[in-house]
């Protein structure tokens, strides 16, 4: 299951997961995006509790975006112990995004 961010969860979640977790940076008017959402629901389910999948609306949430220099969506930022380790713009693929997680 995906989880969505606001900017007051957001760094609790990051920071306190021992886990590793994908944060996707997304709009509802965005049509990559919209074809990033089902890939990123079955990561979150293959992952399980393996990893925190999470979402954060960029419309709703610019500061974030800005914060992480987010310019074009999806982007995707994998962070582990609290630093972006990885990240991918535009749409990207659920083997990809598993193979990340997973070695994260």
Do not use: H
């Not at 957001?10 to 990033?36: H, N």
């Not at 975006?65 to 310019?71: E, M, N, S």
């Not at 999806?74 to 972006?84: A, C, E, I, N, Q």
């Amino acid at each position: 299951m995906t989880i969505s961010l606001t900017t007051d969860t957001f760094k609790s979640t990051i920071l306190d997961s021992q886990k590793p977790v994908l944060v996707d940076f997304w709009a509802e008017w965005c049509g990559p995006c919209r074809t990033q959402l089902p890939i990123l629901d079955s990561v979150a389910a293959e992952i399980g509790e393996g990893a925190i999948v999470a979402k954060v609306n960029v419309d709703q949430e610019q500061a974030l975006a800005q914060t992480f220099q987010v310019r074009s969506i999806p982007t995707l930022l994998l962070f582990k112990d609290g630093k972006v380790v990885m990240r991918y713009t535009g749409v990207t693929s659920r083997d990809e995004l598993l193979r990340a997680l997973r070695s994260a």
